[in-house]
């Protein structure tokens, strides 16, 4: 069975532009959460979505979105890019929603802003 | 308070030995605790997850609950260099995850 995946590996982008990262899960598992990884703050939860909806979010600003679609594949957005949004960003998937099952991770996408 | 803490390391041990690390929590609730490994440039990686109280082996790697202490614990026995990398402690209280920051394990050879 296919592991997580996510598109793009690596961005580099400049402040004030916008970017938007896939996830597609594990064939099977309907919950996709996003973490932002930083060196000084470790793993921080963004948001879960489970069968299209947004179940849970962490204390990011508003510059931060996601959805997901009906196959589960969920994306996220930050506009308005600032120069502390340079981190490693994972998603993670699981059957079901709540970490009530185990979550593995894709590979992330390196986000670099100038 | 964090939610979950860890001592960031770094942890160095010789090859062969029993590598200890902890991670304590702060919500009484919490269901489920598990620990990744990530190596340096990747993703996490689950090593094993725990629920009960007491010791949870798989090869070398044991993990330790105690809910009373609020502490959970891996402990990797015969320790090789391929075991150098930091791991996260993830604890569950029924809605999401919470990571530790991470222990940071160099295994020398």
């Known amino acids: 069975k296919a592991g997580v995946t996510q598109t793009p590996r690596y961005l580099i982008k400049t402040r004030g532009q916008q970017v938007t990262l896939s996830c597609s899960p594990i064939?099977?598992?309907?919950?996709v959460s996003w973490y932002q990884q930083t060196p000084g703050q470790g793993l921080q939860f963004l948001f879960e979505y489970f069968s299209e909806t947004q179940r849970n979010k962490g204390n990011f600003p508003g510059r931060f979105s996601g959805r997901q679609f009906s196959n589960s594949r969920s994306e996220m957005n930050v506009s308005t890019l600032e120069l502390g949004d340079s981190a490693l960003y994972l998603c993670?998937?699981?059957?079901?929603?709540?970490?009530?099952?185990?979550?593995?991770f894709g590979p992330g996408t390196r986000l670099t802003v100038l | 308070q964090k939610e979950v803490e860890q001592n960031s390391g770094p942890l160095s041990v010789p090859e062969g030995a029993i590598a200890s690390l902890n991670c304590t929590y702060s919500d009484r609730g919490s269901q489920s605790f598990f620990w990744y490994r990530q190596y340096s440039g990747k993703s996490p990686e689950l090593i094993m997850f725990?629920?009960?109280?007491g010791d949870k082996e798989d090869g070398r790697f044991t993990a330790q609950l105690n809910k009373a202490s609020q502490y959970v614990s891996l402990l990797i026995r015969d320790s090789q260099p391929s075991d150098s990398a930091t791991y996260l402690c993830a604890v569950n209280p029924g809605n999401q995850f919470y990571f530790g920051t991470g222990t940071s394990l160099t295994v020398i050879p």
């Open positions: 993670a998937s699981s059957l079901s929603a709540g970490g009530a099952d185990t979550q593995y």
């Open positions: 725990i629920y009960s109280n």
């Open positions: 064939s099977g598992h309907r919950s």
